[in-house]
């Protein structure tokens, strides 16, 4: 009993030094950006050390900020409709036209994480996603991955209180339909040659340069330290990783993936399935874990920005099987709030769970989410322990299937 405490002891001593070198050592890691690699050397460093096999960094290009195609979304709305309303002519009703359906189909596709015309005219900045390898002590019949994402977000305004992040989710609904309604309008007014149709501008170009304005402040926001997000997923990541190394699944092969770039778009995740998905083939169980450092375990049963896309079937099967096997650990479905990792393989079709951890009251103070407040000191051990004891469970069932 005494060696099983030491042991779960040196585990969470593992998991707090891994949380305080990233949010304390290296501290905001912003997508792109050198603090990012600076991490993914320090961990690619730390498995190879705990004799993780085959890890290695694999390179990848992104669009470093969520906000700079949203931006240009609105940017082109607003011009579209600035321009109807000082000139009002047909010619500026088309214009605004095409400008509102260009930003409406942007912005739409940035929500799914969809290529847009928008990455275009976008630069592109190095980052790199960190994989391992841990094979099975018998023969290798499922593929199992754990991930988890190294980069931290921005602090921008509408995420420091509750009222500011339902005010900014408001405004994303308004600014999308201010968009549609704005290509309605002003197509009928160019076609009709209704010129009164400039003035649906007084209506909508409030709304697009408020939006416009919100991704230009979020941009000139610091990094956050980003201790639960997603410190403590990467943590609970290199726990499992030594405690599959010590011993081994019977016949699972898992994958470490610990992911750049997640904050602006999954572009990490994108990058692995582009390269690894068709050789790993459509069975491979992906098992994200993502802000798990404060509050209750959470698995999630649709995932997604705007358009929420249902869990896999056979990965929520997983998920209520060991809800039901460990009552203890006190876990239950929600729908997500934003998107993770899990999102791009879900939209593929692959088997992918989210396990993440929310406080009572959901999304609050608590949560430090996007703050400059989600430092170490905010990360309760003892619930990061139940998300790795109920992903040990996770990875143990998949092993005792007889086919995924």
């Given at each position: 009993?005494?060696?099983?405490?030491?042991?779960?002891?040196?585990?969470?001593?593992?998991?707090?030094?891994?949380?305080?070198?990233?949010?304390?050592?290296?501290?905001?890691?912003?997508?792109?950006?050198?603090?990012?690699?600076?991490?993914?050397?320090?961990?690619?460093?730390?498995?190879?050390?705990?004799?993780?096999?085959?890890?290695?960094?694999?390179?990848?290009?992104?669009?470093?900020?969520?906000?700079?195609?949203?931006?240009?979304?609105?940017?082109?709305?607003?011009?579209?409709?600035?321009?109807?309303?000082?000139?009002?002519?047909?010619?500026?009703?088309?214009?605004?036209?095409?400008?509102?359906?260009?930003?409406?189909?942007?912005?739409?596709?940035?929500?799914?994480?969809?290529?847009?015309?928008?990455?275009?005219?976008?630069?592109?900045?190095?980052?790199?996603?960190?994989?391992?390898?841990?094979?099975?002590?018998?023969?290798?019949?499922?593929?199992?991955?754990?991930?988890?994402?190294?980069?931290?977000?921005?602090?921008?305004?509408?995420?420091?209180?509750?009222?500011?992040?339902?005010?900014?989710?408001?405004?994303?609904?308004?600014?999308?339909?201010?968009?549609?309604?704005?290509?309605?309008?002003?197509?009928?007014?160019?076609?009709?040659?209704?010129?009164?149709?400039?003035?649906?501008?007084?209506?909508?170009?409030?709304?697009?340069?408020?939006?416009?304005?919100?991704?230009?402040?979020?941009?000139?926001?610091?990094?956050?330290?980003?201790?639960?997000?997603?410190?403590?997923?990467?943590?609970?990541?290199?726990?499992?990783?030594?405690?599959?190394?010590?011993?081994?699944?019977?016949?699972?092969?898992?994958?470490?993936?610990?992911?750049?770039?997640?904050?602006?778009?999954?572009?990490?995740?994108?990058?692995f399935l582009d390269d690894h998905a068709d050789r790993l083939g459509p069975d491979a169980f992906y098992m994200?874990?993502?802000?798990?450092?404060?509050?209750?375990?959470?698995?999630?049963?649709?995932?997604?920005?705007?358009?929420?896309?249902?869990?896999?079937?056979?990965?929520?099967?997983?998920?209520?099987?060991?809800?039901?096997?460990?009552?203890?650990?006190?876990?239950?479905?929600?729908?997500?709030?934003?998107?993770?990792?899990?999102?791009?393989?879900?939209?593929?079709?692959?088997?992918?769970?989210?396990?993440?951890?929310?406080?009572?009251?959901?999304?609050?103070?608590?949560?430090?989410?996007?703050?400059?407040?989600?430092?170490?000191?905010?990360?309760?051990?003892?619930?990061?322990?139940?998300?790795?004891?109920?992903?040990?469970?996770?990875?143990?069932?998949?092993?005792?299937?007889?086919?995924?």
């Open positions: 009993m005494a060696a099983l405490k030491n042991l779960k002891n040196d585990r969470l001593l593992q998991m707090a030094q891994v949380i305080r070198h990233l949010s304390q050592g290296i501290g905001g890691r912003g997508s792109c950006t050198e603090n990012e690699r600076l991490a993914g050397e320090y961990l690619a460093d730390l498995l190879r050390r705990m004799e993780v096999q085959e890890v290695r960094l694999e390179g990848f290009k992104a669009v470093p900020s969520t906000y700079w195609p949203y931006g240009l979304a609105f940017a082109l709305a607003l011009a579209g409709s600035l321009a109807s309303l000082l000139f009002g002519a047909p010619g500026a009703l088309a214009l605004a036209t095409i400008f509102n359906a260009l930003g409406f189909v942007g912005m739409l596709a940035e929500t799914e994480l969809a290529a847009s015309w928008m990455h275009w005219f976008l630069p592109r900045l190095p980052s790199q996603n960190v994989i391992g390898v841990i094979p099975p002590v018998g023969e290798a019949r499922r593929t199992a991955l754990v991930c988890a994402h190294l980069d931290t977000h921005r602090t921008p305004i509408f995420f420091s209180s509750k009222k500011w992040n339902r005010l900014f989710s408001l405004l994303i609904a308004l600014s999308l339909v201010s968009m549609a309604v704005g290509t309605v309008a002003f197509g009928l007014g160019a076609a009709l040659d209704w010129a009164p149709a400039r003035w649906f501008s007084l209506a909508l170009v409030p709304v697009q340069a408020f939006a416009l304005l919100m991704c230009l402040q979020a941009d000139f926001t610091p990094y956050s330290p980003g201790a639960n997000d997603n410190a403590s997923g990467v943590a609970v990541a290199v726990g499992l990783a030594h405690q599959l190394v010590n011993h081994p699944l019977s016949n699972t092969e898992v994958y470490l993936l610990l992911t750049g770039c997640e904050e602006v778009g999954d572009w990490g995740m994108r990058a994200v874990i993502d802000q798990v450092g404060v509050g209750a375990i959470r698995y999630l049963t649709a995932d997604g920005l705007l358009l929420k896309r249902k869990t896999h079937p056979h990965a929520l099967q997983v998920a209520r099987q060991v809800a039901g096997q460990r009552p203890e650990l006190g876990a239950d479905e929600m729908t997500g709030i934003a998107y993770t990792d899990a999102l791009k393989a879900t939209q593929r079709g692959l088997p992918a769970l989210t396990l993440c951890a929310i406080p009572d009251n959901h999304a609050g103070p608590e949560m430090h989410w996007h703050q400059m407040s989600d430092t170490a000191n905010q990360i309760v051990l003892a619930d990061l322990d139940r998300t790795f004891e109920f992903a040990c469970e996770v990875l143990h069932l998949i092993d005792c299937s007889g086919a995924q």
